[in-house]
């Protein structure tokens, strides 16, 4: 039933190691959107793409890497995770672009140690 | 920096008073919209307003935008508890949609 999925919800690992997240979204929206949101609660895009295609890379190191399999699929895999990249990200979905509402998932709370 | 920077950073209130909170951006944009998250969870999209518009409604929420000033509010009437949450303005511009840093609304019974 929920719109935009994402899993974990949370994540606890160690510096160096590798994860990811995956994001399923059933709207049949057309973007998908990787936001990061940090203790402040400052939200940051970090990708975005439009049907499976890169449209939006912002200044993320390049350990992140987001993968679409399908329009209805974001993954977001982070090689080599520092103490920095704790933090909540958001998987968000639009209908068309970010003219159209955000429909976001319930966010994963990343922790490295 | 910031397109769009919200004031207050924080506001408590009593049940049933109106809360206010504003939006300042730099560039020309093609719409503002206002989020609201509660503790733990995602953004839930509540308004979009266009440059071409200067009010909106929606429900006990009311949203204004003065394109001039570069500045939105977000007006919420009779408060609830269950208002209590942060409250995000994202100014849209081109195919770039920037957050805001917040306000925390705590609404007290």
């Known amino acids: 039933d929920t719109a935009v999925s994402q899993t974990p919800k949370y994540l606890v690992t160690q510096m160096g190691n590798d994860k990811s997240i995956k994001c399923e979204q059933n709207?049949?929206?057309?973007?998908m959107y990787w936001y990061k949101q940090d203790s402040k609660k400052f939200l940051k895009i970090m990708f975005s793409y439009n049907n499976k295609e890169l449209i939006i890379n912002e200044t993320v190191p390049n350990r992140f890497s987001p993968k679409s399999p399908d329009k209805a699929h974001l993954n977001l895999h982070i090689n080599s995770l520092e103490l920095g990249d704790s933090a909540v990200y958001f998987c968000a979905s639009s209908q068309v672009t970010v003219n159209s509402p955000l429909h976001f998932g319930n966010g994963t709370r990343l922790t490295v140690t | 920096s910031q397109q769009g920077e919200e004031d207050p950073q924080a506001l408590s209130i009593q049940e049933g008073e109106n809360a206010t909170m504003n939006c300042s951006y730099k560039t020309s944009i093609n719409n503002l919209q206002w989020y609201r998250q509660n503790s733990g969870r995602g953004l839930v999209h509540l308004i979009l307003i266009r440059s071409n518009e200067r009010e909106k409604h929606s429900g006990r929420l009311r949203v204004t935008l003065d394109t001039s000033k570069k500045s939105s509010s977000l007006l919420i009437t009779a408060s609830r508890a269950a208002d209590t949450a942060s409250y995000f303005c994202?100014?849209?511009?081109?195919?770039?949609?920037?957050f805001g840093g917040g306000t925390r609304l705590m609404v007290k019974p």
């Open positions: 709207l049949g929206h057309d973007t």
């Open positions: 994202a100014a849209v511009a081109g195919n770039m949609l920037t």
